[in-house]
């Protein structure tokens, strides 16, 4: 508790704050950590983005996998932790939310698109490969009932994707340096979520530290670079933001 309130005093001090969320967040909304022993992705070999490009069985298997994961994430609903931030987001004081997760959720808490910095995508619509074009999934889902087809852009016949960053495929330039820049301007930097091991998402915390920013890190877990935090809590994300950040 005490840290907590050490929270809610770095909060209502700092003038430019910077959340950045990783997997912890949502599953407080219901959502699996992929990573997880029992994870998608321990119990099936990830699809590599070269393979999805190469391959049509590929592309086949990546979209069963994702028609199989959809009901999950269309019943999760933002948590206490994404209302605490869209909350600091509205109240002026937190500028960006740079997030590892690809669900959409702090969209659907009420922050608008332009404050999210989606490092890993968003896998509640899909695009075009050539031409960036996006398409919808239940557009996807049609040409895929039958037998399987796979989809192709309505514009240029190019091949259709989840808007997700696959392994393999390049970090979006355009977020990473979006990123890097609200990074650079915070004075105070809150990891929520996230064991800080996927890189290069996970080298901003380092970055706004060297930078002259607090940090503070908050997740179940102890993290890779918890030696490098002005705070450490170990503690649900929910709880312990509604209550720093004085909302339910
Ligand atoms: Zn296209």
Not at 19 to 39: L, V, Y
Not at 64 to 77: P, S
Not at 158 to 180: L, V, Y
């Amino acid at each position: 508790m005490a840290k907590v309130d050490e929270l809610q005093r770095m909060i209502a001090a700092a003038g430019n704050i910077v959340a950045f969320t990783g997997a912890g967040i949502s599953t407080e909304s219901g959502i699996p950590d992929f990573r997880s022993p029992g994870g998608i992705w321990t119990r099936y070999r990830p699809i590599e983005f070269g393979e999805f490009l190469a391959s049509a069985e590929a592309r086949r298997e990546s979209w069963r996998r994702k028609f199989a994961t959809q009901a999950t994430l269309d019943k999760a609903t933002p948590n206490a932790g994404h209302r605490a931030l869209s909350r600091l987001v509205e109240l002026g004081k937190m500028p960006a939310i740079i997030t590892q997760n690809i669900d959409g959720l702090h969209q659907a808490s009420g922050v608008p698109d332009d404050k999210v910095i989606e490092l890993h995508g968003n896998t509640t619509y899909a695009v075009c490969l050539d031409c960036r074009r996006r398409h919808e999934l239940g557009w996807v889902k049609e040409i895929f009932a039958d037998n399987e087809r796979l989809p192709e852009c309505v514009a240029c016949g190019g091949t259709i994707k989840t808007a997700t960053i696959s392994f393999g495929q390049a970090m979006p330039e355009a977020e990473m340096a979006r990123a890097h820049a609200a990074t650079l301007a915070a004075d105070l930097f809150i990891v929520l979520g996230s064991s800080l091991v996927v890189y290069p998402a996970a080298g901003f915390p380092m970055l706004a530290k060297r930078n002259g920013a607090r940090l503070v890190i908050v997740n179940r877990e102890p993290t890779e670079q918890d030696e490098l935090a002005d705070l450490v809590i170990n503690a649900e994300i929910g709880a312990t933001m509604s209550r720093a950040v004085g909302v339910n």
